[in-house]
């Protein structure tokens, strides 16, 4: 079965620092991967997404992940945070088979930036 | 380009009551997708909708349904709503065949 899990239920960073959010899955196909942010009280905006090629990907607000198939991960990243990427981010496996396409999301993970 | 829109941003129900959310796709899409996410959940996926059927099932009661009409606008209905109801319900558009789902900023129910 199709599941998504982010180890970390929240993280604290400074402004400056590095970010790593953690995200593994399983899948028993080729998976597309996908990163979200969510601002409170707000929907999802997509940060970046993995279908093929390139596992290195570039999205949007200077964000990165790398797709690791030996390890079935999808880390975000980012080399310096700023106190508006403070949100909570959620990673995202899409199962597009003839039937449809259902998004199994991780429980998320709640980014805290300190000044 | 108008992004998904939702309606209304608030509801508040009481127990057993009857609830409809609204959502207008993505300018373009022909898919939409309902999800339910509790506080502090990720999103769970109850169904999506493709030429006016629904394709696909998450693991929801027949509780919700939903509809999809001829320009692609959908409907998410809850009957006998119960306390664990309360959740913001998400609806997301994509395109079909495409692999990307976009979000809209979803409807907040509050069950008494």
């Known amino acids: 079965a199709q599941s998504v899990t982010q180890p970390d239920i929240h993280i604290t960073v400074s402004e400056g620092a590095s970010l790593e959010l953690r995200c593994n899955y399983s899948?028993?196909?080729?998976?597309?991967l996908f990163w979200y942010v969510q601002s409170p009280g707000q929907g999802l905006q997509l940060l970046l997404k993995y279908f093929s090629g390139d596992t290195l990907v570039q999205g949007i607000k200077g964000f990165e992940a790398e797709f690791k198939r030996s390890q079935s991960s999808f880390n975000l990243r980012k080399p310096s945070v700023h106190w508006s990427d403070a949100a909570e981010y959620f990673c995202?496996?899409?199962?597009?088979?003839?039937?449809?396409?259902?998004?199994?999301f991780g429980t998320g993970t709640s980014l805290t930036v300190i000044p | 380009d108008a992004g998904v829109t939702q309606s209304p941003t608030h509801l508040i129900k009481t127990r057993g009551q009857q609830v409809t959310l609204r959502c207008s796709p993505k300018?373009?899409?022909?898919?939409v997708s309902w999800y339910q996410q509790a506080l502090g959940q990720g999103p769970q996926f109850i169904f999506q909708?493709?030429?006016?059927?629904?394709?696909q099932r998450g693991n929801f009661p027949d509780r919700f349904s939903g509809h999809q009409f001829p320009n692609y606008s959908s409907e998410l209905n809850v009957n006998a709503l119960l306390l664990g109801d309360s959740a913001l319900y998400l609806c997301a558009s994509s395109l079909e065949g495409l692999e990307t789902q976009y979000f809209g900023p979803g409807t907040r129910l509050l069950v008494l």
């Open positions: 995202a496996v899409g199962a597009l088979d003839l039937t449809g396409n259902q998004f199994y």
């Open positions: 899948y028993g196909a080729t998976p597309y």
């Open positions: 300018s373009g899409h022909d898919t």
């Open positions: 909708y493709y030429e006016e059927e629904e394709r």
